[in-house]
């Protein structure tokens, strides 16, 4: 049974910092690409950051280059995203999502719809 479980989330101040968890069971996490997205109220879901299966190539979004990282414990088959320096704008719900790479894009994270969700987990940045 393929589940991923978001924590980590919840109020922070501007310029703090937050690290969500991204737990995966029912399959090895590690040859799975592996992304981040958040929506707001009222506005699109976007993506914000994504891994490729073996940790080849990783993305992020303008918006959030350099505050963000993602990384991935396959030992704990969890991946997380550091967030820093935080801004009101961050505020949104973040999902994670799970995509086994298509042929010819194992080294990718976009170009491809991901099949898993989790239920999200909400970020709150406010003063």
């Known amino acids: 049974q393929v589940q991923l479980v978001e924590s980590g989330g919840g109020l922070v101040r501007p310029g703090g910092s937050l690290r969500l968890s991204c737990a995966a069971s029912g399959f090895t996490l590690d040859y799975y690409a592996i992304a981040w997205f958040r929506q707001a109220p009222e506005k699109e879901r976007e993506g914000v950051s994504c891994v490729s299966s073996g940790d080849v190539n990783t993305y992020y979004g303008d918006s959030v280059k350099v505050r963000f990282t993602i990384s991935r414990d396959n030992a704990k088959n969890t991946v997380y995203l550091q967030m820093n320096n935080l801004k009101p704008e961050d505020t949104a719900v973040y999902y994670c999502?799970?995509?086994?790479?298509?042929?010819?894009?194992?080294?990718?994270?976009?170009?491809?719809?991901?099949?898993?969700w989790g239920q999200g987990t909400q970020v709150t940045v406010s003063s």
């Open positions: 999502a799970s995509k086994v790479p298509p042929p010819g894009l194992t080294h990718s994270c976009r170009g491809y719809e991901y099949d898993y």
